[in-house]
């Protein structure tokens, strides 16, 4: 499992000019689902976005978790985090299923909101437009292979 997490001031997704999901200060995750994957990397990925620190301290240190900062999470589906760009035309062959990305894509959100955060997620392979405040930037690439 792999995923893009962005510290941001604020971010939403929108679908056919609608928005769908919205937060505050927080994380906007843009999560992709291997076709090996389990329940056991999307309960591995859930706890290192709710423990990650990157959110400053008093002394201006990126040292305080989520929680403590009063994060709220925006997660969206995006099975594109696991395309084979060996050609010019990307393939997505190792991307997980829908049969397989769907519950996996929500128990990492069922997982985040059982440890207390207001997540807001996207619609699984919708067209979606989405906007965000990045902070710092912070960006951080998180794969399952790696933690």
């Known amino acids: 499992m792999r995923a893009v997490v962005t510290r941001v001031r604020s971010a939403s997704v929108t679908i ?3 928005t769908v999901g919205q937060i505050g200060t927080g994380f906007l995750v843009l999560l992709g689902v291997h076709e090996e994957d389990t329940e056991k990397e999307a309960l591995k990925i859930a706890d290192k976005l709710c ?9 201006g ?10 994060a709220e999470m ?7 985090l696991f395309a084979d760009c060996k050609s ?9 299923r829908p049969e397989t990305a ?10 985040c ?3 207390g955060f207001h997540v807001e997620t996207g619609v699984f392979a919708a067209d979606m437009q989405v906007a965000s405040v990045n902070d ?8 399952t292979k790696e933690l």
């Not at 010019?88 to 997980?96: I, T, V």
């Open 16 to 18: 056919d000019g609608e």
């Open 51 to 59: 423990g990650l620190r990157v959110f400053e301290d008093e002394n």
């Open 61 to 70: 240190k990126m040292n305080v978790n989520p929680k403590d900062a009063g």
């Open 74 to 80: 925006l997660i969206i589906s995006q099975f594109t």
């Open 88 to 96: 010019r035309r990307p393939g997505f062959s190792k991307a997980a």
């Open 102 to 111: 769907i519950p996996l894509y929500e128990l990492v959100i069922k997982e």
């Open 113 to 115: 909101r059982n440890r």
């Open 136 to 143: 710092g930037p912070v960006t951080i690439l998180l794969d």
